[in-house]
Structure formats: structure tokens, C-alpha cells
């Protein structure tokens, strides 16, 4: 059973860089595309952007200046920076992997339990 | 941008059926999936490439995409099923959800 786990600070101060990293146990980060996903208190879902295994990226245009995702395969593990974070970026983020190998436009099947990251000074 | 238009709420009685629309320009050429959402809890699939059900769901989620709209239903609708339900398509590589719809069962 694929597993995915959020880890990061839950509290970052406004104009700093939000630093998040997920973890995958129970199946290899090989072939498959991960995204992270946000959803602020209360609010709906919006993707941020995905890596493939093979470090290519893409990012939703809303956030792309401002979002790096990075991947590290032998951790079976990938990143996520979002620069010149603000009150609007609190939010609870979610790691999430592309149900099918190989294919970008893959729903999500699996999603970490998310954290709550506060942008507060 | 595209969007993806969910009416915010729904109301259903328990063992009644359940309809959620999403909507959005030419939706029907694209696949739509759906995801439920419990307090507390991370976003899981319920249906894909319009009418799929992932291993696990109940035969009561069905779904079903044409022309501009996508609708999710849930057919002899349980306690259980009350969530927040999502759609989710793709478009020029990004990937857009629908603002969410609070289906309550009562």
C-alpha cells in the first residue's frame, strides 16, 4: 500500500519561502508523476504543480513564479519550495501521486494527510 | 483560465439518489473524476475517467460526462456518503477542481 507523508515547518513568516517535503514508502517514486495540492481553511482544492520521477516539472500558472518542486529518487522523496509566501498561502498541503504510470493527466489516488502551513509573523 | 463550476450544496434523504453537477466549457471532451472529502481527512477518488470506480468504492458512485457537464451520482445514498465532493479535470497541463459541493444526507 502506497503511503505518502508531508513534512515541514507549520509556520512561516510573511516574504519567507515555504519548504515542504514528501515522502513515499510502500511503492517506488519511479514512473510516476507527484503533485502537491493545497486547500486553505475552509476553501476548495488547487494544484500546485507536479514532477515526474524523471525531474521534469510543471506548475500551475497562477503560482509559477513563485514554485519550485524538486524530486530526489534515492530518498524516494520530492519537494516543494514556494517563494515569498504570504497570509494567502495558509493552507493545509497535500502530496498526491498520479494514478497511472507514465501518464501526465492521471487523476490522484493516493494523498498524504496533509499539513497546515500558517504564514504569520 | 478554465473553470469548473459545482453548485456549493446539495441535500439528499437517506436512501434517495444523489446528483452533483460540475460544469465547464466543453468538459465532455476531457475526462472528469471526483474525489470525497471528509472533515479532517485528505480527498479520496471516487470515480475517474468519467465513470471508473477505483477498487474499494461502492457500486453506488457512478458518473457519467457529456457536453459541458459532468455528474457524479450516488444512488441509495447512505449517512456515510455526507462529504464534500470534488471534480477535477485537465487542462493545458494544469490540472483544475471545481469549488467543491456539501452533499448532506438528512
Known amino acids: 500500500q502506497v503511503q505518502l507523508q508531508e513534512s515541514g515547518p507549520g509556520l512561516v513568516k510573511p516574504s519567507e519561502t515555504l519548504s515542504l517535503s514528501c515522502t513515499v514508502s510502500g511503492g517506488s517514486i519511479n514512473s510516476y508523476y507527484w503533485s502537491w495540492i493545497r486547500q486553505p481553511p475552509g476553501k476548495g482544492l488547487e494544484w500546485i504543480g507536479c514532477?515526474?520521477?524523471?525531474?521534469?516539472?510543471n506548475y500551475n500558472p497562477s503560482l509559477k513564479s513563485r514554485v519550485t518542486i524538486s524530486v530526489d529518487t534515492s530518498k524516494n522523496q520530492f519537494s516543494l519550495k514556494l517563494n515569498s509566501a504570504t497570509a494567502a498561502d495558509t493552507a493545509v498541503y497535500y502530496c498526491?501521486?498520479?494514478?497511472?504510470?507514465?501518464?501526465?493527466?492521471?487523476?490522484?489516488?493516493?494523498w498524504g494527510l496533509g499539513t497546515l502551513v500558517t504564514v504569520s509573523s | 483560465s478554465y473553470e469548473l463550476t459545482q453548485p456549493p450544496s446539495v441535500s439528499v434523504s437517506p436512501g434517495q439518489t444523489a446528483s452533483i453537477t460540475c460544469s465547464g466549457d466543453k468538459l465532455g471532451n476531457k475526462y472528469a473524476c471526483w474525489y470525497q472529502q471528509k472533515p479532517g481527512q485528505s480527498p479520496v477518488l471516487v470515480i475517474y475517467e468519467d465513470n471508473k470506480r477505483p477498487s474499494g468504492i461502492p457500486e453506488r458512485f457512478s458518473g457519467s460526462n457529456s457536453g459541458n457537464t459532468a455528474t457524479l451520482t450516488i444512488s441509495g445514498t447512505q449517512a456515510m456518503d455526507e462529504a464534500d465532493y470534488y471534480c477535477?479535470?485537465?487542462?493545458?497541463?494544469?490540472?483544475?477542481f471545481g469549488g467543491g459541493t456539501k452533499l448532506t444526507v438528512l
Open positions: 498526491a501521486r498520479g494514478q497511472f504510470a507514465g501518464s501526465y493527466f492521471s487523476p490522484f489516488d493516493y
Open positions: 477535477q479535470a485537465w487542462d493545458s497541463s494544469t490540472a483544475v
Open positions: 514532477i515526474y520521477y524523471s525531474g521534469s516539472t
